[in-house]
C-alpha cells in the first residue's frame, strides 16, 4: 500500500493483499484520489462519494470498502454509509475499525 503526495490527492496503490478478511480495497480503490465532502476526486458523474456515503475514503464510483463511515448503522442493504469491508461482511456496517498497516520486509 502506497499514498501518495498531497499535490497528487493521496492517490492510493494497492499491492500485495494479504489477510482473510476479502481483498476489498484493490478493485474499486487502487489508482484512486482521497474524496471529501469539500475535495471531490472520484470519477463518480452522479456526485461525490463522500458526501453520499458519509466520509472521505478512496472512491471510485463508489466503494467496496469505506473505513470512514458512519459507525454501527446495523444491516443496512441500501444506504451504504456505514464502516464496510464488504468481502467481509456485506452488508454490515461495523462498530468500529482500526487499520494496521506494516512495512513489507524485502
Known sequence: MNLDSAQNNYKLTVTGYTGDAGDALTLRHNGQAFTTYDQDNDPWSSGNCAERFKGGWWYQTCHDSNLNG?????????????????????????????????????
Open 70 to 106: 458512519l459507525p454501527d448503522l446495523g444491516t443496512n442493504t441500501t444506504s451504504g454509509e456505514g464502516i464496510e469491508w464488504t468481502k467481509w461482511l456485506d452488508p454490515y456496517s461495523l462498530r468500529a475499525v482500526a487499520m494496521k498497516i506494516r512495512p513489507q520486509v524485502n
